[in-house]
């Protein structure tokens, strides 16, 4: 497969190897192309993505912690967490 490239898609190529943390163009977009099936759902392989998940668990509950958010975004190609930390005075 080629892709024509362009100023526009070389920058968001160069951001998306950077935000993933990959060296390879093709390792970023494979990795990005997983989630994004993994989060919008509605295909053979996932039928229900977790942006459903999110929104019904949001709308049955009323509202969701980080780490509830985090842990029904979390996936093998982008894993997601949430910690929190507290300091009072220095």
Known sequence: MRI???DRRERTLENLKEALDENAGSKALFSAAEFTLRMRGETTAIPNGALAELL????????L?????????DTE??????????????
């Open 56 to 63: 019904e668990a949001a709308d049955e509950r009323g509202s």
């Open 4 to 6: 024509r490239m362009n």
């Open 65 to 73: 912690t980080g780490e509830e958010i985090a842990e029904i975004l």
């Open 77 to 90: 190609e982008i894993p997601i967490d949430y910690s929190t930390s507290w300091s009072v005075g220095e």
